[in-house]
């Protein structure tokens, strides 16, 4: 009991975290993997699911969405992930004034519909700062996009039997590794990382008990 518990404690806390710190830890926590076959947006009908725990994976099989059965359903109930081919997923390098920086989320949410053929509203997505040119005031971004059209109904079969991934982890291209939080807008939940950086710590300093306790 004590160790389901920390273990749980522990996901709890990384999703605290923003992405460049929850990196390595998302990597190598324990999670249910959720990978489908075929490429989005043109009707997925079966997934690949695996266990990861204890930082090995380990090959749960094959399943038809209509036919997941209860044993998947309740592995569920740990942390799932979604994993996309870099091949489903958009990817764009944006150019933004520096001034842009301390509010980064709520320029590119007004910037997207002139940088990309949909609305922030209408996407799952997620940024990172790649480069930043002080000397010429600007910052460069890199976007990473899913059309919401293309993922919903994946994760409606998936909900229709208890399965409810909490992100998706990019398998590869040169985004590979990055996740898109899926929290209804689609946006990065630490809109003010910079506010938060002795609660970042005790997140970090308490994962790192977890790790510990938790073998």
Known sequence: MLREFFAWWGAQLRDLLPQDLRRSAL?????????????????????AADLR??????PLGHFALGAIGADLARAAGRTTVLRLDDSDVLGKTVSLPLAAERELDQALTFEMDRETPFTAEELYWNHRVIGTDRQNGRLSVRLSLIPKANLDPLLADLAAVGIRPKRVEITGGPDKGTYLPLNGDGSRSNRSSHHLL????????????ATIVTP
């Open 27 to 47: 990597g190598g926590g324990d999670a249910l993997l959720i990978t489908p076959i075929g490429p989005l947006g043109q009707g997925v009908e079966a997934i």
């Open 53 to 58: 725990r204890g930082g090995r994976e380990s």
């Open 198 to 209: 002795w609660p970042m710590a005790a997140c970090c300093a308490a994962l790192a008990v």
